[in-house]
Structures are given as structure tokens and as C-alpha cells.
């Protein structure tokens, strides 16, 4: 035995993660396609907003899913009625989608079609608040949802998730006149943990707000598809260097 | 559940360190990590789950030391460092802004690890 050692690493936790999340978002890039990672807690609406989103924009966009389920495939079956290329992914114990996990999803998309097609690929995460926050899967934007029902302190009880996204979407507002629940408390909150995000309000159920939200996502793959690889490194390097600790 | 999907990470960061010393054989004393406040991990129970994951591999009886890093941002009105509390809504103190800079909180680092070389230069058991 000889004198005790110690190595410096400096080494991120999810490096591994982080450099399969890197290597998907290059396909992406060179596909000139637009990857969302859809994520929120089970329940919220993620694929009841995909529904209505992916029979809207159909003619607007070609897309595909990789829907993140732990064990089932009912979504990815609900999906796949719109009539858009859905690959599910069933992630079993697992309660998020890694990037490996999309990796081996495009593998199995690319048995169906040609990615370079495509202007949006959705990745569908699990429901769930916690984990999806911490594990990129190489998307260039994150989306995430939080229906009125869940109330107004979701975004103080799970900021990372909010802090994360560069989009929320306050989902079900059809139901607000029912709820004890103002909305702006919700959008106020979220701001408090992100200032930057862009925030709309819509319903699945009545169309409302969706026109914003789909404008939103068309300036999204425009400048995808103008600039790939332009976007990521925004997100990644300065300004978002002000989150230095954050990659 | 997903301190497990972090031990397994952390498994195969130490794994790879391992192989930077081959063909020495380094036992591990402890291994330090940097985990800030502003993360969806919970030290104790990564310290747990790595107990558990490391039973009878190259790793078992290392300890996990596990340095929490407290969550700061910056107040873009007056520049002053501050801890951003979810009763205040993550706002500053000084001048009511909401969180936009995070000074630190973000970390999940493997900052360093202790370990002996042994002369042994008999194969690995996994």
C-alpha cells in the first residue's frame, strides 16, 4: 500500500448523459429539425395537448413522436390515431426519459422514415416533475406543462423543472371558472423562477390559446431552420452564461 | 427513484477513472461530491443507494462524501448575492427581483476521490 492519493475530477454527474444528449442534438442539427421536450407532471395534458397540437399543425409540419411511457403504450396508441409517426419508448422503472433512451428511439424512427423530412420531432417525457429536469435528451427546447388543477405553488415546489423550460404552458383553463385558483398567481410564480420564459395559457379541450402556442412553436423551427446549432449554443453559452453553474 | 439513475452514473464516471490507473488497482477511500440545493437530488439518498450499489464490486466500503452547496442568485437591480427561499418566491431580499442569475445550487460534480495505489497487478473483480 502505498500514500494515500487523491484525483481532482471536476467531473459532471450526467456527463455520460450529456455527451449521448450532445451527440442526439448533432442528428438533430444536421436533420434541420426542431427537437421539444415536452415534460410535466402525469395527468397535466401532455398528450391530450399533443393531440389537438399534431392534428393542427399537420399541415403545417411534418413531425414524429417519441413518446416516453413507463409501462404502457396508450399514448404512444392515442398518438399514433392523429395520424403522425409515433415510436414509443417504455422506459419501465425508469421515471424519465435519458438520452440514451431517445437514442434508441431514433433508431427505431429511422427504420420508418427519413429525420432530414422532418421540421419537429416532440419527445414526449414521463409525468413527472422531478427527474425529466435534470436529464437533456438533446432537445433544443423545453416545454413544460402545469394544468390550473394542480394549483398556484407547483412552480415554488418544483422551480428546477420551471427554471428549466422555455416554455409554459397553464393548461385546462377551460376549467378556471370551477377552480379557487388565479391564474396570474401561476404565471407570477413561474416567472419568479424564470424570468425569461415565454408563458401562455391554453385549453386542449376548447382550442384556446393554441393559435399562440403554435405561433410560438413556428418561430421555434424557423430559427432552427435557419440557424441550426444556432439556438443550442445560445441556450448553452452566453446569455445563458448568467446560469454558469448550471452546465 | 432517480438517485439510482445518478449512482449508476456515478458508477460509470469511477469506472472510467478506473481504467485511467490500469494496470494499478486503486481502492477508494472516499468520493467526493459537490451537490447543490437547487438539484432534484437528495444527498441521503444517493449515499444510500451507493452502499447498496456498490456491494460486492471494486467500490465496496468507499464512502460517499457528499458537500451540499447552498443556492445563490444575484439581484439584477443591486448586484447583491442572495439565497433565494420558495416561502419568499426565490425573490431578492434587497429589491423584490425574481430569481434570474443562480450564482450556484446547480452543481452535481464529482469533485475528487481518495484512494491507495495497490502493487496488485492481478485482474479487476467486477
Known amino acids: 500500500m502505498h500514500m ?32 421539444v421536450n415536452v415534460m410535466s407532471s ?18 403545417v409540419f411534418t413531425m414524429a413522436v417519441l413518446e416516453g411511457d413507463m409501462t404502457t403504450q396508450l399514448d404512444a396508441q392515442r398518438l399514433e390515431a392523429v395520424g403522425v409517426p409515433v415510436v414509443p419508448i417504455t422506459t419501465g422503472r425508469a ?18 422514415l427519413d429525420p432530414a423530412d422532418l421540421d419537429l420531432l416532440w419527445v414526449e417525457n414521463v409525468g413527472n416533475l422531478v427527474c425529466p429536469a435534470e436529464f437533456e435528451v438533446g432537445e433544443h427546447r423545453k416545454v413544460a406543462l402545469l394544468s390550473v388543477t394542480e394549483g398556484e405553488d407547483k412552480p415554488l415546489k418544483y422551480p428546477v423543472m420551471f427554471r428549466e423550460a422555455d416554455c409554459v404552458l397553464i393548461t385546462k383553463i377551460d376549467l378556471l371558472p370551477y377552480l379557487p385558483v388565479q391564474v ?3 404565471e407570477a410564480h413561474i416567472h419568479q423562477v ?7 395559457r391554453v385549453s386542449a379541450t376548447t382550442g384556446e390559446g393554441l393559435e399562440a402556442w403554435h405561433q410560438w412553436l413556428s418561430e421555434q423551427v424557423a430559427s432552427q431552420r435557419s440557424n441550426p446549432a444556432g439556438p443550442t449554443s445560445d441556450r448553452h453559452g452566453p446569455p445563458a452564461a448568467l446560469l454558469s453553474a448550471v452546465h | 427513484m432517480h438517485e439510482v439513475d445518478m449512482t449508476r452514473a456515478l458508477l460509470l464516471a469511477m469506472h472510467n477513472w478506473k481504467q485511467g490507473h490500469t494496470p494499478h488497482e486503486p481502492q477508494v477511500g472516499t468520493v467526493h461530491l459537490q451537490v447543490g440545493s ?33 443556492l445563490m442568485a444575484r439581484c439584477l437591480g443591486c448586484s447583491a448575492t442572495y439565497s433565494p427561499q420558495a416561502e419568499q418566491g426565490y425573490r431578492s431580499p ?3 427581483h425574481p430569481m434570474e442569475e443562480i450564482v450556484s445550487g446547480r452543481e452535481l460534480r464529482i469533485r475528487s476521490v481518495d484512494y491507495h495505489l495497490s502493487d496488485s497487478l492481478s485482474p479487476s473483480p467486477r
Open chain 1, 4 to 35: 494515500p492519493l487523491e484525483d481532482t475530477l471536476g467531473l459532471n454527474l450526467l456527463a455520460a448523459n450529456q455527451h449521448q444528449a450532445a451527440h442526439n442534438r448533432e442528428h438533430f442539427d444536421a436533420w434541420r429539425l426542431l427537437c
Open chain 1, 42 to 59: 402525469p395527468g397535466a395534458g401532455k398528450t391530450s395537448l399533443l393531440e389537438r397540437s399534431l392534428a393542427l399543425l399537420a399541415d
Open chain 1, 95 to 112: 421515471c424519465h426519459l435519458d438520452a440514451a433512451m431517445v437514442s434508441g428511439g431514433l433508431r427505431l424512427l429511422r427504420q420508418r
Open chain 1, 184 to 186: 396570474e398567481r401561476i
Open chain 1, 194 to 200: 424564470n424570468p425569461r420564459c415565454r408563458v401562455l
Open chain 2, 38 to 70: 437547487f438539484t432534484c437530488v437528495e444527498p441521503d439518498q444517493l449515499v444510500f443507494t451507493w452502499r447498496a450499489a456498490t456491494l460486492n464490486t471494486w467500490l465496496e466500503g468507499s464512502e460517499l462524501a457528499i458537500e451540499p452547496v447552498p
Open chain 2, 94 to 96: 434587497c429589491c423584490d
